[in-house]
């Protein structure tokens, strides 16, 4: 059986090194296959332009360097069961890039730098992170800066209780990777009737995996302060959310809780996109 497929994607920042390793160590013993990925940009670039399109090539060229630089590092650094390769692929913009990337080659998880943003930039739409999150097909592990990886032992499932089996099944079966407790919530500004039976019907489906699963109910208005508060309080390793097809509306305003998460987060985040 071969291992996961996962692309690094780097700009050579301090911010992607911090996610790269942060990558490599958490599968570095899982048979991985890792394709540090590096976007070069043609915005603006006319097909006609002859010295333009040298520039290119030069931009190419450059990239490739520090990339076969990048990879000597992190074999010498991190020792493993992995393979590791590099690529420099032309592209627009980094979002876009990594879907058709991604849809061309089998891969298991796109993994990021994330950082925070200013309200302005959230009302515009948002950063390359939250980009990717909105229309990659596959898992995204977005790492904040500062992040260090000493294992995934306790895990938060944000949950909206809408597809909880499928998701489950998705979370328990990579927390058992890492024989990780696994922290499932669902934020409600109030309880009621409809609230307390859902939290019936999910306790039976939780105790069906026979895992390390616990479910909470918390109350609170404000869903990411929420999380966050639980992120802190409980000092978990990683959070993930099951994210969908944002309307046009929903991006211009912001209301996308994982988007507003991948902005606030302490901790690294991992979006799946739901299937429908």
């Keep these: 059986m071969s291992g996961p497929k996962i692309v690094l994607l780097t700009d050579f920042s301090s911010l992607s090194q911090i ?12 048979a991985a296959h890792y394709t540090v990925l590096n976007v070069v940009r043609l915005d603006g670039i006319p097909k006609a332009n002859l010295r333009l399109r040298q520039i290119e ?24 069961n992995y393979t590791i390769e590099f690529k ?45 999150i909105e229309i990659c097909h596959v898992p995204v ?15 938060v499932y944000a949950t909206d209780l809408q597809n909880v089996k499928k998701e489950l099944d998705t979370i328990v079966e990579f927390a058992k990777i890492f024989d990780a407790q696994v922290h499932m919530i669902h934020v409600v500004p109030a309880m009621d009737k409809k609230i307390q ?7 039976e489906v939780v105790e069906k995996y026979n895992y390390k699963v616990d479910f909470k109910i918390l109350i609170d208005d404000d869903v990411p302060a ?51």
């Design 88 to 132: 420099a692929v032309r592209g627009h913009t980094v979002a876009d890039t990594i879907k058709r990337y991604t849809e061309k080659h089998p891969t298991n998880m796109v993994v990021m730098g994330s950082r925070g943003a200013s309200t302005l930039k959230k009302a515009r739409l948002g950063g390359t992170t939250v980009s990717v």
């Design 197 to 203: 039976d859902l939290k019936f019907k999910t306790d």
């Design 141 to 155: 592990l977005a790492i904040p800066d500062q992040a260090e990886y000493k294992g995934l032992k306790h895990i």
């Design 226 to 276: 929420a999380i966050d508060q639980y992120i802190r309080d409980t000092k978990v390793d990683l959070l993930t959310t099951f994210t969908h097809q944002l309307s046009f509306q929903d991006k211009l305003f912001a209301r996308s809780v994982t988007r507003k998460l991948a902005y606030q987060g302490t901790i690294p985040l991992l979006a799946v996109r739901r299937k429908h």
């Design 57 to 80: 090539k030069t931009l190419v060229q450059i990239a490739e360097e520090e990339g076969a630089k990048l990879i000597d590092q992190i074999k010498r650094d991190i020792k493993g």
């Design 19 to 30: 996610a790269t390793r942060f990558a490599v160590k958490m599968a570095a013993n899982l």
